[in-house]
């Protein structure tokens, strides 16, 4: 029988600084837990420091460093997981003062991305965002790495002891960078492609775990992978959905946000983030059930501005509505749905309300097709939002009434038949 993997002992450490309040900070300390979890980390404890800005030697006070030494001891601890990035000399300091492994918030979440990754992409983008982060604080990691082999934040490429070479490191990120650019490219054919076929797209953006693949599995019948836990997403699926009207779009699920998403992982992930770029629609899952839903919604927003897509229409859509915090208060400035991803009447309320919103961005028509132009009612029917249809007997023609965007292709066509 297979043995069950040995979880990893961990200790959590904060420093709640005076611009975060005791809320927010809390948050932030639970997240951790969830992240350390999703990396198969079991939480022995989470200490914390008020302090009015961090320590730049060790992050925490000298005192509070001892405290987490007496403790690793005690509670035979494997490692210790900051909920900040810590600079090259803070982890250096630190991995001279305790005796476990030191990983900070960056690498927690680049450890998971590792263990997500699927597609050849999306395992370079990590590869290439864990070198990024390592190439500088190489100095004083070699006898950590190499002492404590494998485990949560030395997946991907930390364990083959890269501290020995920085040229080596340095070549790899050159080579990663030449290999992610054929594939951006290939993905940006495809993407004009779908583009000269005027596929309307939509995507579906948000925090981690708001339940955006549950929708996007459910609304587009696809084998998305669903799981409760955080970032279970990192490749991008395009899948095809058909509104009630039998107007055909293209759904695309996306990463999942987070606050203080590793800088390195943007910059590795926007190509990945283009497909939210070329959205028509973004549809802003949002865990309505999560008592820090609305610094999350913020999260998002915020992330999107970074990427340069904050013109592009949105629909919030608040998930879980049947799990709903008590103090929950809607906030979006933009239209908006309560919906349970798993409800099939929810669905079909949301596909109905995207029909309103993208109308919004088309041009109406009203034609009069003959008989014979078969093949021209079957596209209205497929790429145009149809409205009305009734056959006259006497002339032998469809009455059609509806919506099409106005730079495609049949708009033009349509304007010969134009009452």
Not at 71 to 95: G, T, Y
């Amino acid at each position: 029988m297979e043995q069950k993997k040995e979880l990893e002992k961990a200790i959590l450490v904060g420093c709640q600084t005076i611009q975060l309040d005791d809320t927010r900070f809390q948050y932030s300390m639970e997240e951790l837990a969830s992240l350390t979890k999703t990396a198969q980390g079991e939480v022995l404890l989470t200490v914390s420091q008020k302090r009015d800005r961090i320590h730049n030697a060790t992050y925490i006070g000298s005192g509070k460093v001892e405290e987490v030494r007496v403790l690793i001891e005690e509670l035979e601890a494997d490692l210790v997981i900051f909920n900040d990035e810590l600079s090259p000399s803070q982890k250096r300091n630190l991995a001279r003062d305790l005796n476990a492994r030191i990983i900070d918030r960056t690498q927690l979440i680049l450890d998971i991305f590792a263990q997500r990754a699927r597609s050849k992409e999306g395992k370079l983008q990590v590869e290439l965002a864990q070198l990024q982060y390592i190439l500088p604080r190489l100095a004083g990691q070699g006898t950590a790495l190499s002492r404590l082999g494998a485990g949560i934040g030395t997946r991907g490429p930390g364990e083959t002891k890269l501290e020995s070479d920085r040229r080596h490191i340095r070549r790899r990120i050159d080579d990663i960078k030449k290999q992610l650019e054929v594939i951006v490219q290939h993905r940006e054919r495809y993407r004009e492609r779908r583009k000269k076929n005027k596929a309307v797209q939509l995507a579906i953006v948000g925090y981690t775990n708001a339940g955006k693949s549950t929708l996007f599995n459910r609304l587009s019948e696809a084998e998305s992978y669903e799981e409760n836990q955080l970032f279970a997403t990192l490749d991008p699926m395009t899948r095809k959905l058909i509104l009630p009207s039998g107007f055909v779009t293209l759904i695309t699920d996306t990463v999942g946000f987070i606050q203080d998403l590793p800088t390195a992982l943007i910059a590795a992930f926007r190509s990945t983030l283009e497909e939210v770029r070329e959205a028509d629609l973004l549809l802003h899952v949002v865990d309505m059930s999560n008592p820090d839903y609305f610094q999350h919604e913020k999260t998002v927003i915020k992330l999107l501005e970074d990427l340069e897509v904050k013109e592009i229409p949105q629909l919030t859509v608040y998930n879980k509505r049947d799990l709903k915090h008590p103090d929950f208060v809607p906030t979006a400035d933009t239209p908006t749905i309560f919906i349970t991803a798993f409800e099939k009447e929810d669905r079909q309320l949301l596909k109905k309300k995207m029909e309103d919103v993208l109308i919004n961005l088309m041009v109406p028509y009203q034609v009069h097709i003959p008989s014979t132009e078969g093949k021209l009612l079957s596209q209205l029917k497929n790429e145009t939002i149809l409205r009305e249809l009734s056959f006259d007997e006497e002339d032998q023609f469809y009455h059609c009434k509806g919506y099409s965007l106005q730079d495609h292709q049949i708009t033009g066509q349509l304007l010969k038949y134009k009452v």
